[in-house]
């Protein structure tokens, strides 16, 4: 297996992008290479300093680098030996089996749309946050939580479809409740997009739909997979992962709040897509970098990808 | 000044709403009347069991109740002797100076739209949730939190003004901060609703526009009034609601929490319509009956449907 890793994606790459590979390296299960796409003399010298000779990582020289201000597009095909161009064209190509990045998520969705492209029937591929459960119960899966910000209502049908294969096959859930995240719990409730979502969703024959959720509900044991708009996902998303700031700002510990730091869950998975492609937080320190490559073994492992294809033949 | 209040809204009304009657008799500015709209015999005798004979309580029998089960805009017609219709009847003639229920908000917005009606020129009424601040500063206004789930860009601006002018004058905030709730700090970020809000706002002379504000700095200190459509309103509001319990659940105490907890506040003003209607929770319990009167008090005072008519000229 052949995880490839963007050393110059994230704020303050490549310095703490090295730092993450490294304790990366040593964690990840036997059988696995951390394939670094970046400048190879600064993540060279990165490894020397740090006394670092893991026999998994292996570096892939791509020194340019994709900035948070350049245009996507644009930047993805000019800057040919960039980390994000090289990384996808090797993703493309069954060089590696899969690609992160905390970079930009532009330029990321850019690469994956030109190069490995959608599955098949996808209409709109998404990504998911992850929220914890009050009893301690396996994670919620939020999506879309930013990708798409307006949405037509078959789009939010096929997210329950995707957030139910990621829930069961990433998360383990054997059978997850699907809900349509909505102000009230009544069918009639909601805005237009809602209302004609929950129509499509209520004779789903593709996951076990469970009627309306609201957003007081987020963390009860009722819902495994919320769908909604990616507006509304990434504002929720965002609120979710304030608690853990300002539980420390408040000074208040317990251990539930330790869920809501994004530096635990490192990245995540572009849902719809013919690879396993993972974003992560431009401002990822190691230890977020280093919990993304872990993740994206665990995506790779969990086949993900092709329950998703399966799906959609 | 005269304060209508139906005791007979709410789930666990009369009981509990005239237990709140009660206690906001004892707490209420002197010259100030509370005018109970309900079952008179039921009213009188909880009173005489609480041994209450306030001299600032009147009684005015409407017996008949508008259920959350009745269609609102039917009930309010058909049922001429319930609670809201006669307290409407009064607002209208100007017999009481506000009106506030913890009853149908179906059938108070009905009752509102029917006889005082909204103020000319406003295009949506709309209500408003509280949002504490970490630094313990004066609360930021949240609107709208359910009236409007499908805002044009021009709602959402008019929304800016009349939050403007709730923080002035009931929360008295000199000059308020207005942000646009959005997905992005950059002014090209959103859906296609906030993006067109934010070409309106951003040349408002009606209010101090401060950009957008991301979901991740809603107890901040760098926003008075955050501007969004009533779903994604909604949403935020109930997750904001939602710590109180999650704090309770974890067994997590800091006074921070208290500011979530809806029986601290009472209810929601609706503004843009003729006169002071208040919206209380429907699980209202006395504190919370209670403090939507006084809440209901501190609207009168601050003059606030006044300033919106000005404004509005």
């Known amino acids: 297996m052949r995880i490839g890793i963007d050393a110059m994606g994230g704020?303050?790459?490549?310095?703490?992008?090295?730092?993450?590979?490294?304790?990366?390296?040593?964690?990840?299960?036997?059988?696995?290479?951390?394939?670094?796409?970046?400048?190879?003399?600064?993540?060279?010298?990165?490894?020397?300093?740090?006394?670092?000779?893991?026999?998994?990582?292996?570096i892939i020289d791509a020194p340019e680098v994709i900035g948070m201000n350049d245009h996507p597009a644009k930047a993805f095909q000019i800057k040919q030996?960039?980390?994000?161009?090289?990384?996808?064209?090797?993703?493309?190509?069954?060089?590696?089996?899969?690609?992160?990045?905390?970079?930009?998520?532009?330029?990321?969705?850019v690469g994956a749309m030109y190069t490995?492209?959608?599955?098949?029937?996808?209409?709109?591929?998404?990504?998911?946050?992850?929220v914890p459960k009050l009893s301690g119960g396996k994670m919620t899966t939020?999506?879309?939580?930013?990708l798409n910000s307006d949405c037509?209502?078959?789009?939010?049908?096929?997210?329950?479809?995707?957030?139910?294969?990621?829930?069961k096959y990433y998360y383990e859930i054997?059978?997850?409740?699907v809900c349509l995240l909505n102000i009230g719990s009544e069918e009639e409730k909601g805005n237009l997009l809602t209302r004609a979502?929950?129509?499509?969703?209520?004779?789903?024959?593709?996951?076990?739909?469970?009627?309306?959720?609201?957003s007081n509900e987020l963390y009860s044991d009722k819902v495994d997979v919320i769908v909604c708009d990616g507006f509304t996902g990434n504002i929720v998303l965002k609120q979710v992962e304030s608690l853990y700031n300002v539980a420390q700002e408040l000074n208040v510990s317990n251990p539930f709040f330790e869920h809501f730091n994004y530096e635990n869950h490192?990245?995540?998975?572009?849902?719809?897509?013919?690879?396993?492609?993972?974003?992560?937080?431009?401002?990822?320190?190691?230890?977020?970098?280093?919990?993304m490559i872990l993740q994206t073994h665990k995506v790779i492992v969990s086949d993900l990808t092709e329950k998703i294809k399966q799906a959609f033949q």
């Open 11 to 58: 704020d303050f790459a490549p310095e703490v992008a090295v730092m993450g590979i490294i304790q990366a390296s040593k964690e990840i299960p036997a059988g696995a290479t951390i394939v670094a796409y970046g400048d190879a003399t600064i993540i060279e010298l990165i490894l020397q300093r740090e006394n670092c000779n893991s026999s998994n990582i292996e």
């Open 174 to 177: 054997e059978n997850p409740k």
């Open 116 to 130: 490995i492209k959608s599955i098949q029937g996808i209409i709109r591929p998404c990504i998911t946050g992850p």
């Open 197 to 214: 979502a929950h129509e499509l969703m209520k004779d789903s024959f593709d996951y076990k739909f469970c009627g309306n959720i609201e």
């Open 266 to 291: 490192g990245g995540t998975p572009v849902l719809g897509v013919n690879a396993p492609v993972i974003i992560g937080h431009g401002a990822s320190n190691a230890k977020a970098i280093k919990n």
């Open 152 to 167: 037509k209502p078959d789009v939010l049908y096929q997210y329950g479809t995707l957030g139910n294969l990621f829930a």
């Open 81 to 109: 030996n960039s980390s994000i161009t090289v990384g996808f064209k090797h993703l493309h190509g069954g060089k590696i089996d899969a690609f992160a990045s905390a970079g930009s998520t532009g330029a990321m969705m």
């Open 142 to 146: 939020l999506l879309d939580v930013g």
